[in-house]
Every structure is written in structure tokens, then in C-alpha cells.
């Protein structure tokens, strides 16, 4: 039997030095985050209690001037999309351009709110109560402020005074209600689906079954006062992913019949905007457009961005690395296996921080033959993670055993990542049961080289402990469709913003979520207690004991076999100004507001 290191090295040479991937392309890995279903409480983002920040991040270490030849990867620049000058000056009203992933959401839209495509550019358009800084950490945006009561069972959301839409028109609370309502709407995204959940508003289940006519929760106090009820109590509520998903502007779909709200244009052209930039294009699959609005009412409240003119380019990192190198590219995320590479372009300086986010793959329990946790731990036992890391990942990310990856204070240090042992998988499968005559599906979303690699070192793994998986691919259109048809045993998975709290966990693992009840068939009641107890306080003190516990039992029960904590590396053109790496791979224009041209 060969070792780990050789194993990977199967896979490494033969896929990912012909160019591989990285997460922030998105295509075929699972993204969490907002593209994530989302749970009936909040997924916390922010803290009243401030965790621990990742490492401030570090530029990599000079190296020599002369580039080496670039490797053969075929570059199409999006049509009509004008690319940057080389570098030698740049006008100030020079456009600028970041890659962001490949991937889409069924709409153009915040309530289809998916992937890097979406994530780096509709909080500039369409703002939400809140937006992400660098760190991950969420900060007043649309909102002025939003408070908790002492009980964490009510909060209070002030909207920016001065706020407007693009088209004149004030923004109210009403356009903040009406946004969850259609968050809630079964004419939205189906009766109880995942997306129709709003965060533990007070009545948004009665709302979605139609047995009432509005959120019973919430309340408009005034043109700029909410006040929402939440059920159940939750402590952390204000930090929670729904703060940064765009609101939608109510009068532009006046008289639109609500059951056809789809099919209004502007949910896949949202022309009426909030933010600090209007949009202008979306060709799809190639580039989006966007341009600064000059008189946006936040330049008295924050600032004016200097950058004028923006494209969102939706590349595979290939592609991206080639153009960054020829100076058409200003921003780009950098995979590992192209790190020596970009560190050596004249053009460019490289960044590395650590990721609020993480890779695993995950279980299908809705199938018979993975209910079983000895046979969860068994496929643990039998990768050598840390030999696939080092060889497909190039040494980033650091290993993690749970999702429960931050902050410092909600650690367990005795929860430790398996070791690899492909003889305790053997004895495990043996003491369950487990039929080896059997083959598993393994869903290949996409075709993307670092996720075939993923998805080829699991079986070949899995094959040396005379497990037999089958690799079926699909296009990442119908991933969502896939999930709910059920006619698989494991996917890869990645991303979200779990090292920002502990409790963000519950979206995923909570039997009332739909990634647990509908999708992963997995379902514990200590772990749903725990997760209600977690965010019953913001004391660390006081929630570190019952995350400890919650990593116990997903190290225990392995819903999700963990590879690694990701580290991002991020590429920008030296004459660029104001960019602040992001700690997650899913939005490349995070310091936006700050760029400009030296």
C-alpha cells in the first residue's frame, strides 16, 4: 500500500499542476456563506463581545523580479469589458477589475443571494443593514444603528436618516419589512423551503404556511424604526448573516403580481440602487458592470469612492492568474499551486490571511448505509488529510476537526482531528456492518480541476479500505435540485464564516435547518438544545462550555468529515491603493470603499 504523500501525489501531478483551482472560483465546491440555506436563527457574524480577529495580514516575502514562463492555460477576455493598462500609470479614472467566481445564483438578487459573483458585488448596489469589513466583522451600513434588548427576545433597527434609492425615492422601514416578508414568502421560494426562513422573526413560520397576512414580529415604529420580536430569544441576533443581504427597493414592484415576482427585470437588473455604485451590466458568465453614483447620499456619512468605474470579472483562477500577470486584472484570489509564480510578477504584491472559512466533505444521511458514526468515522480514519493538504493544497490552511474553528475562547483543545489509520476504518466498517459489495456516489458538482482532485483522492482513499464510490458529475446549475433529490452518499463542501462564532454552526447542524432535516437526514436533540443555549447570552464565559460540548458531539458523530481551515491568498496590482485582503475567498472588492489608483 502506498503512503499518504504518495497517494495525493496521484492526483496532484496528474490534475492540479496543469492548473487547478481555488475556492474562490467556486465552481463545484458547496459555497457556505450567504449562498448558504439559511437557518431560523441567525448565523452570527459580528459579536457584542468581540472575538478574536485573525492575524492582520502579511505581505509575502519579496522575490526575484523575473517571472517565470507562464503555464499554458487559455485566456478569453469578457467580451467588451476594457482591461487595465500595464503597469506603469494608472488615471484616476482608470476602471478597475477583480475576478470573483464562476458561479450564479438563479437571479441577480439578493433573495437569490449566491456565490462569489454575487457576494463581491451586490452590497455595493443594494446595501444591507450592514456590510462585512475586512476582518469579517459586520459594521452599520444601511442601518445607523440596531440594538438588542437585555433579554435578546427584541431588536430595534434605525435606518440612515439620509438614505434614498437611486431613482429619488426615500428609504423607509417599509422596504425593510417588505424585504423579509418576501425572505418568508412560500411565493418566493416554496413553503417552508430554506430560503423562506428569516432568522427567528416572531411569526415568519405562520407567515409562510399563510395562516397570517404579515410577521406578527415585527413592527414599522416609524419611515425609519423597526422593531422585530424573535422566537426564540437570541443574544447574538444583530450579527447575524440577514444584516448583510440587500434590501429591495417596495415601490419598484408596485402593482407587480406578487406570485410573478421572478419574473420582474429587475431581479436580474437591479437599476435602482442604495449603495455607492449603480449597476450597469450583467453579461452573464462573463463580467459584471458597475458605476460609481456620483451623488450616492452615503458620501456625507462614509465617503465618495475614488474608484469610478468597476468590473467584476467571472474567471477560473487560470484564467485570473494569466490576466493579473499581463496587467488586465487589478484583484484576483491566488491559488496555492500558482503562489511561487504570482510572488515572482514584477506587477503584483501577494497577500496571506487566514480564513474565517473551511473544506470538508459531507454525508447524506437520508441514505441507510452512512447513518451508522462508525461508518462516518471510518472514512475519517481513512484520509490522510494532512498528507492531501500538503500535496493538492500546497500546505495552506491548517487542520481543523469540527466547524467550531473560532473564536480562541470556544476552542476545545482536547477535539482533535483523526489521525490517519486505515486499519481502525477497517475494524470500524467491520463492527457496523457495513456492506462492502456496495458503491457510493460521490457528487462531483462542476469540472473544475481542484475539485476532481478532491473528489478522485476520496475515492482512491476509500478504495484502500475496499470501499467502492462511483463519481457522479453534474453542472452546478442543478446542484440544488441534486441536494434535494437525494441520489448520492457525499459532496464536497466549503467556505462559510465559522471561525467568527461558534454558534454559526447551527445553520448547518440544527435538526430544523434545512441543510440537517432535508438535506444531510441528520438530526440530535442535545445538539439543538446546546445551539438554543449558545446564543441565550453573548458571555464567553458562559458559552464556551456548551460549544465545547457541541465540538464533542461533531467530532463524535461526524456529520461532515473536516480537511482543513482555509488560508486565502490574495493578488493585487502594486499600483492599487486602499486594498485590505478579506478574510474569505467570496468577496474579492471587501476594502472597495478604500481602493484607489497611486
Known sequence: MRNGAEHVQLITRRRLLAGGAVLAAGAGITLLQACAPTAPTAQPTAVPVAPTLPPAATKAAAAPTAAPAPTAVLTVAPTAVPVAAKPTAAPTDQPVSMSVSTSRGAHYNPLWYCCGSQIATLPWILMGLARQNTQGQFEPW????????DSGSTVTIKLQPTARWSDGQPITAADVVWTWELWAAPWIHGPASAQSKVWGLAGATEFNDGTADKIAGVQVVDDHTITA??????????IGQQMDFGILPKHVFDNWPKDKLADNPYMDAPTVSSGPYKFVKYELDQYIEMMRWDDWWGNTVWKQPKMTHVFAKQLDPPTAIAQIERGELNVAAVPGQEMERVQKMPNVELFRVPSLGMLGYWY????PSLQDKRVRQAFDFALDKEAIRKAVNFGLGKPTATTIMGPDWALDPSVKPRPYDPEKAKALLTDAGFDASQTLT????GSDAFVKSL???????LGQIAVKVDLKTVTSAVEIPEFDKGDFDIGLIGGGEFARDPSLSAAYFRSDTAWASKWMGYNNPRLDELFKQGVSTSDPKKRAPIYFEVQQILNDEVPWLLLWQLEQVWAADKRL?????????TSTGASLLDWTWK
Do not use: C, H, I
Request: proline residues 7%.
Open 142 to 149: 444601511l442601518a445607523s444603528s440596531y440594538t438588542l434588548d
Open 229 to 238: 420580536k424573535l422566537d426564540p430569544p437570541n443574544a447574538l441576533w444583530t
Open 364 to 367: 447524506n444521511q437520508r441514505r
Open 442 to 445: 460521490y457528487l462531483l458538482v
Open 455 to 461: 473528489a478522485e483522492v476520496f475515492q482512491q482513499y
Open 577 to 585: 491603493g486602499g486594498f485590505t485582503p478579506y478574510v474569505m475567498s
